[in-house]
């Protein structure tokens, strides 16, 4: 798609008449375009009136396997800031990149905060199993964020990874600012981040020091060089 | 730090109309989808029964036209009202109403699962309704269903029958845009700016997605 065409895409996006493809690149783009985000989001509500025109009747036995199911489901965590963070070692030096790239971690009896986000559960607990399994070292640190969604420090010897889901899309001219805190506060910027669609994101971070912290704010598009928000989350590295 | 809020302007949402009293009961103003849904955000599951009576036969109603086949149509629907439940939280009030972010749902899981089952070498255009507005599929017991219903109607009947015919084949047939420029043979400029201008016209006359 070329960018100048790009904004008569909103009505073919509003009705799902893109491909996969395109609906991908499209919504990438809204990230950075709000008159895009602003129409797209209009005539999202346009086209939703068009199923008050086709409803069907629901037979009871739907309804009753519905509300069965509901009963005993779990749902995705309210955005109310919680303080569950827990420090685990796991025990691999092979699978916690493929942790973190799918951004979900099942809660296990080892203790682990888990945001099941997507099919993808059955994979992750395969991984989980899998690292836990195996000898190695890797810390992770997961905490819920004060604005929803939930983020990840994950350490092996080598490398040190953060990454977020289930962030809300910031508002218009603004980003994410990944930093390093030290233990007297001061601030050293890592990357200006925007989260995909879907609120996720994740960014190496330099090796940190006891004591340091990885930590989220809001700032202008742009970034900033000192935070001018509080962070919404923080995460500590282990000791 | 405070998200900035949209100024939203107030308009009754077509597809929110109250409950009638008598399914409510009582002196008490019935619950807006919106306030439905975020209390079951929060685990009350009372709430998402009555949220379900009031938007499950949409929910069905739309996957139904886009998948066809009932039995996959009640898979999907299935799916989709639990999975409500599940992200309740995820909705964004800012971003739109309720009843958009379910019914948005609703149809993209259907196209989802439809565009899945074609296989590339045979896409055939699913062409449905090329010259009339989907048929009043079942009786509306609800008055107020009934009153939306006609509001829609009247509203996409305001649109030019070139915009009608293409988000028709759009959204009730499950046709990417290309498709339908190619069963109209029309070109995709043209597929796009129809589909652009009904849904702003439609948008304007029902006084929603400020």
Not at chain 2, 8 to 27: E, K, Q, T, W, Y
Not at chain 2, 111 to 135: F, G, L, N
Not at chain 2, 199 to 210: E, F, Q, S, T, Y
Request: proline share 6%; with cysteine; aromatic share 4%.
């Amino acid at each position: 798609m070329s960018v100048p065409e790009i904004h008569t895409f909103t009505g073919a996006y509003a009705v799902d008449a893109l491909s996969a493809n395109e609906r991908e690149s499209f919504e990438r783009h809204l990230v950075d375009c709000e008159p895009c985000t602003i129409e797209s989001r209009s005539l999202q509500a346009a086209a939703a009136a068009l199923a008050a025109l086709v409803a069907a009747p629901v037979s009871p036995a739907l309804r009753s396997r519905v509300l069965d199911e509901t009963s005993r489901a779990s749902q995705v965590p309210a955005r109310t800031p919680r303080d569950r963070f827990v420090h685990t070692h796991w025990e691999s030096s092979r699978l916690w990149m493929a942790v973190a790239a799918t951004l979900t971690l099942i809660a296990t009896g080892l203790g682990v905060l888990a945001v099941n986000a997507d099919r993808r559960a059955d994979e992750a607990e395969r991984q989980v199993a899998e690292i836990a399994a195996t000898p190695g070292e890797v810390d992770i640190v997961s905490r819920a964020t004060r604005l929803g969604g939930t983020a990840t420090l994950v350490t092996t010897g080598d490398e040190t990874l953060f990454a977020a889901q289930g962030l809300p899309l910031p508002d218009i001219n603004r980003a994410y600012q990944l930093w390093v805190i030290s233990p007297a506060g001061a601030t050293e910027s890592v990357a200006v981040l925007q989260p995909d669609p879907l609120g996720r994101l994740e960014h190496d971070v330099r090796t940190l020091a006891p004591g340091e912290s990885v930590a989220l704010t809001i700032e202008p598009a742009g970034g900033s060089e000192r935070p001018t928000t509080m962070p919404f989350v923080t995460l500590t590295a282990q000791a | 730090m405070a998200a900035q809020a949209r100024a939203l302007r107030s308009v009754p949402d077509p597809l929110d109309s109250s409950a009638p009293a008598s399914i409510v009961g009582g002196a008490e103003s019935p619950a807006s989808l919106d306030a439905l849904l975020l209390a079951v955000s929060q685990g009350d599951h009372d709430a998402f029964a009555q949220l379900f009576d009031r938007v499950s036969a949409q929910v069905l109603g739309v996957i139904r036209r886009v998948l066809r086949d009932p039995a996959q149509s009640e898979e999907v629907g299935q799916e989709v009202l639990i999975e409500i439940w599940r992200t309740a939280a995820r909705f964004a009030p800012e971003r739109g109403s309720a009843a958009t972010w379910i019914l948005t749902m609703a149809h993209r899981r259907a196209i989802d699962r439809v565009r899945s089952a074609q296989s590339a070498s045979d896409r055939e255009v699913k062409v449905a309704y090329r010259d009339h507005t989907p048929d009043y599929d079942v009786v509306l017991e609800q008055v107020e269903s009934r009153l939306e219903h006609e509001q829609v109607r009247r509203c996409l009947d305001s649109l030019t029958p070139l915009q009608r015919e293409s988000l028709v084949l759009a959204y009730y047939g499950g046709n990417t845009y290309r498709e339908v420029a190619q069963e109209l043979d029309v070109p995709l400029g043209t597929v796009k700016t129809r589909l652009r201008d009904g849904l702003i016209r439609l948008r304007d006359c029902l006084g929603v997605g400020a």
